[in-house]
Each structure stands twice: as structure tokens, then as C-alpha cells.
């Protein structure tokens, strides 16, 4: 069982950088973060590794970064150049597979509000 809990959800300009922090209670899984727009499917949009391996959604590509923090079980999602479209219900996940798809996440945090106006 790994808990995590997500901060760092504000409402920000276009143009302008935010990160996300998650504070899992355990290591020796992959971690990532999904987003989930209103009446939408969770997406994913980063994910890390236990071997720190990364991967991105296109959207985010050159944007955002998912990185470890001062422990190996904080992970930030650091997000620059934020959009309108990037508004969403963001979501720290824990699971067995490097990938964006949500099924191979079965660990989820409450989920974190990112809005950003034009």
C-alpha cells in the first residue's frame, strides 16, 4: 500500500511556471502524474521511473519536468509555460509500468486543482 499526497495546485497567468510536489510513503515503484479534465478520462503526463527513467505526454514535451526530490520518495512536476488547455485536476499515481496509460497505476493521490487563464 503507498499513500501519496499531492500540493502545490494554484491558479496561475498563461506564461507562468507552477510545481507540483507528491509525498509518497514508499519507494520501489514507478511514479506519475495524470490529469483529468471534467467529464474526461484521467491522462497521463509524466512519469518516473524507480531507475529515474522519465516519460512525457506530447502535450507537455519541453514544458514540464518530473523529477525527484530531496528524498526519493517526493516527486515534483516542475510545469513552465503553462496554458489555458494545461487547467486540470492533477493527480499523483504510484504503479508497476513506465508508461502514460492509467492501468498500470493503482496507487492514486486526492488530486491537486491547476488553472490557467488566458
Known amino acids: 500500500q503507498v499513500q501519496l499526497t499531492e500540493s502545490g495546485g494554484a491558479s496561475v497567468q498563461a506564461g507562468e511556471s507552477l510545481r507540483l510536489t507528491c509525498t509518497a510513503s514508499?519507494?520501489?515503484?514507478?511514479f506519475g502524474w495524470f490529469r483529468q479534465y471534467p467529464g474526461q478520462k484521467r491522462e497521463g503526463v509524466a512519469i518516473?521511473?524507480?531507475?529515474?527513467?522519465?516519460l512525457y505526454a506530447d502535450s507537455v514535451k519541453g514544458r514540464f519536468t518530473i523529477s525527484r526530490g530531496s528524498a526519493r520518495t517526493i516527486i515534483h512536476l516542475q510545469m513552465d509555460n503553462l496554458r489555458p488547455e494545461d487547467t486540470a485536476l492533477y493527480y499523483c499515481a504510484a504503479g508497476w509500468s513506465v508508461s502514460l496509460e492509467r492501468r498500470y497505476f493503482n496507487y492514486w493521490g486526492q488530486g491537486t486543482q491547476v488553472t490557467v487563464s488566458s
Open positions: 518516473i521511473g524507480y531507475t529515474d527513467t522519465t
Open positions: 514508499g519507494d520501489g515503484v514507478n
